[in-house]
């Protein structure tokens, strides 16, 4: 059987207790030259100190769990690999990144850019996840994470427009713009690479996340329950991070929600996942748009727009909307409460794309809009979706799917590589459990291509 090509935010089980994870590209004038890393990361996706950083210059984790093989070279490939023996990690490590960092030049530069997993030793391949860069100079190629009892992989394929200090600050990693006169305990890095320092060791670490604070009154921040405006408030400066990484801080864009109600959804929305789901993408709005104003639609047999989320309405707005298909209230439909009953049980997702998409026809705005538009899969009429979203595709929007478990998601996931669209307008990702990923996470991974998007739409006069 052949080995599967992954698609950006892809995974797969890991039963390999050794996996070598060989990152290569094509040599040539101009090219520059590319270094892979490994960051372990806890729960609270941080490094513990200078020993989870594993580089050129500190090759081996001392707990023997991930190694740095080195550089191999021919005439038209440079590999550089990384060994890692799952079963060895230590149990406070959740996540194994694999990174990359470029000397001379940016990931855009890099021709056929890819990451290779095997099975060390078998060395059958497991996988193969093919990448483009852009003005990046750092890159998370994929990770390996805990799911559950058992090791994952994620294609993750995600660049840092702020090089490798913004990678490495997120990650807990002190970064020294100059090097110091003295000896430093850690080990010498060049400067092409950065050191970790526990924020306790280092006067210039990243300051520990302070407590929450009250978010400034506006967008009727105000009247939210003090735990929710304080998550507000924390969450609005992640977006702004990811924004900054991404080399769009300060950007404005119109937000549109879109729910996926469907059958299948049910356990979800009893557990509160999707009103989570909510009230994180509600900072997202708050913060790219003026009014703190988000549109939002739901959909399963058929779609169905849901009153404006108004930032300071959020409690009363998640109690009355966020609700699963066929829900019928027993004391009879409130005000601006949708009959879900009528919006059905199946999966109809072009029937929404084609509504959202006479809204913003019909509401045209001075700003770019994103779709945020979440998902569990069961997705088949792909010929449908493919058709409007590659027409969707002269049209001043981005949609941005997010799928909500390990399941099929058809068309979407081939959008990367879908033809005959003016400008790629669509980013995918799946994760096993939105509500394992930690914020700062999801936001990165949300706000990654959006950037380059409205780069390339403005390009090509979409814009």
């Not at 001392?62 to 060895?88: C, F, I, N, Q, Y």
């Not at 405006?229 to 900054?244: F, G």
């Not at 493919?386 to 998601?409: C, H, I, M, R, T």
């Amino acid at each position: 059987m052949k080995p599967p090509t992954l698609s950006q935010g892809a995974n797969l089980s890991i039963d390999s207790s050794a996996v070598r994870a060989e990152l290569s590209w094509s040599p040539g004038p101009g090219v520059p030259d590319i270094d892979a890393s490994a960051l372990l990361l806890t729960d609270a996706g941080r490094v513990r100190g200078d020993g989870d950083f594993v580089f050129y210059n500190q090759p081996c984790h001392p707990s023997e769990a991930v190694t740095h093989l080195g550089k191999e070279t021919t005439a038209d490939r440079v590999t550089d690999t990384l060994a890692v023996h799952p079963a060895v990690v230590e149990d406070a490590i959740q996540r194994v990144l694999l990174c990359a960092s470029s000397e001379g030049g940016t990931f855009g530069q890099v021709p056929d850019l890819s990451l290779r997993l095997s099975d060390a030793r078998t060395s059958a391949e497991i996988a193969r996840f093919d990448m483009e860069g852009g003005s990046e100079t750092a890159f998370v190629s994929g990770e390996l994470y805990r799911h559950q009892g058992r090791w994952k992989f994620r294609a993750v394929g995600q660049g840092y427009a702020s090089g490798l200090a913004g990678l490495a600050t997120d990650y807990g990693i002190t970064v020294h713009d100059e090097p110091t006169a003295e000896p430093a305990a850690a080990p010498t890095v060049p400067d092409r690479s950065v050191a970790p320092r526990p924020p306790s060791e280092s006067p210039t670490a990243p300051a520990p996340v302070p407590a929450p604070v009250a978010a400034p009154v506006g967008h009727g921040v105000e009247a939210l329950p003090v735990d929710m405006r304080n998550r507000l408030s924390l969450r609005k400066e992640q977006v702004a991070v990811s924004l900054r990484k991404h080399g769009a801080p300060g950007i404005a864009a119109r937000v549109i929600l879109v729910m996926d109600a469907s059958g299948s959804m049910d356990s979800l929305y009893s557990r509160g996942v999707v009103a989570d789901v909510v009230e994180r993408m509600t900072a997202v709005a708050a913060q790219l748009e003026d009014d703190g104003v988000m549109q939002a639609w739901t959909f399963a047999s058929d779609p169905a727009r849901l009153p404006d989320l108004r930032v300071g309405e959020l409690p009363e707005w998640l109690r009355l909307h966020v609700r699963p298909g066929g829900d019928k209230p027993e004391q009879g439909l409130q005000p601006g409460q949708v009959d879900m009953v009528a919006v059905g049980y199946g999966n109809e997702e072009h029937k929404v794309i084609a509504e959202v998409r006479s809204y913003v026809r019909a509401h045209p705005s001075a700003a770019p809009t994103l779709v945020l538009f979440f998902s569990d899969g069961g997705i088949y009429c792909n010929a449908q979706i493919k058709g409007e979203l590659k027409d969707a595709s002269k049209e001043p929007v981005f949609w941005q799917f997010v799928g909500l478990g390990n399941a099929d998601y058809g068309v979407l996931r081939r959008l990367d590589t879908m033809r005959g669209r003016r400008v790629d307008n669509v980013g995918f990702f799946a994760v096993d459990d939105i509500s394992e990923v930690p914020d700062q996470e999801l936001y990165d991974r949300l706000l990654s291509e959006f950037p380059t998007w409205i780069t390339a739409a403005r390009r090509k006069n979409v814009l």
